[in-house]
């Protein structure tokens, strides 16, 4: 809005979006001001723009999924909101600090933190922790009831992958890793009560990568491989975007860039994914 391009103070208040509110219409109207400074400042991320993909999405088990990634696609999700990723983001940051500092206040250099690692010579990423006294490496996890449940029952695919690419990342390094493990805190909870630590070895006995980690690492360099042919048909114009095969799943296709329930309907861009698709929990 300009000087020049006035509006009435009723049709200033009535364009307060009804997903945000307040005590009065101002407030409401005041509320979708501040949303949309966190909502453009989240589009700026270095992680939204980020064009190549990380071990954090390397063992997502869509193709269609991540050769679109590959391929760049315009992204169509306009259902997703980036708070958990925001609140995410914050809390990484945090603690980050908080390990830094506790090795100034033990005079050890037990914890590295935020550490760039390459797995893949074409798909690096940052570990958010090794912990030099236990040879482990530990990705933190800020997750609401329902996704802390499901790390206490069986942790997500893309999990597992993240942190055996985070590992062989430090293995190449040259550093022992001994064990990988999620840090799952309670994001949402009103204390830290509810943390929960899952952990798998990374070595055998004999101090190799153990046989079941070196299949699954085997697998997912295979799985991109194959999606990067299917990113350049994409490209090419060789497949469409629907023939690329897709995995639905009730979690992950909320979060997804191409996640867009009308397509089923209307045929228009993007996938229709899951129909029990939900936020964050």
Not at 1 to 25: C, H, L, N, Q
Not at 101 to 108: C, E, I, K, M, V
Request: hydrophobic residues 35%; negative net charge.
């Amino acid at each position: 809005m300009t000087v020049t391009d006035p509006i009435s103070p009723a049709e200033f208040m009535s364009t307060a979006p009804k997903a945000v509110g307040g005590s009065s219409p101002w407030g409401s109207r005041y509320a979708a001001e501040l949303r949309r400074v966190f909502m453009e400042q989240a589009a700026q991320a270095p992680r939204t723009l980020q064009q190549h993909l990380g071990p954090s999405e390397l063992g997502v088990e869509c193709d269609r999924q991540v050769a679109g990634k590959i391929a760049a696609l315009p992204y169509t999700n306009h259902v997703v909101d980036p708070w958990p990723s925001i609140r995410g983001t914050a809390l990484h940051a945090w603690a980050a600090d908080a390990f830094v500092a506790d090795n100034d206040r033990t005079g050890l250099l037990r914890w590295i933190a935020e550490q760039r690692v390459t797995p893949h010579p074409d798909h690096p990423g940052t570990a958010d922790l090794y912990d030099a006294l236990e040879q482990a490496v530990v990705d933190h996890k800020f997750l609401g009831e329902s996704s802390m449940a499901k790390i206490r029952k069986d942790p997500p695919r893309k999990y597992v992958v993240q942190l055996l690419l985070y590992g062989l990342g430090y293995h190449l390094l040259g550093l022992p890793v001994r064990r990988i493990a999620i840090a799952a805190y309670p994001a949402t909870a009103g204390s830290l009560d509810g943390l929960y630590v899952w952990d798998r070895r990374f070595l055998d006995e004999t101090g190799q990568v153990a046989p079941e980690n070196v299949e699954l690492l085997t697998t997912v360099f295979g799985d991109t491989d194959r999606r990067k042919h299917q990113a350049d048909d994409l490209m090419g114009g060789r497949l469409t975007f629907e023939q690329i095969p897709a995995t639905p799943d009730s979690d992950e296709c909320y979060f997804c860039p191409f996640y867009r329930p009308q397509s089923a309907r209307d045929g228009g861009p993007g996938c229709p994914g899951s129909t029990k698709s939900s936020g964050p929990g």
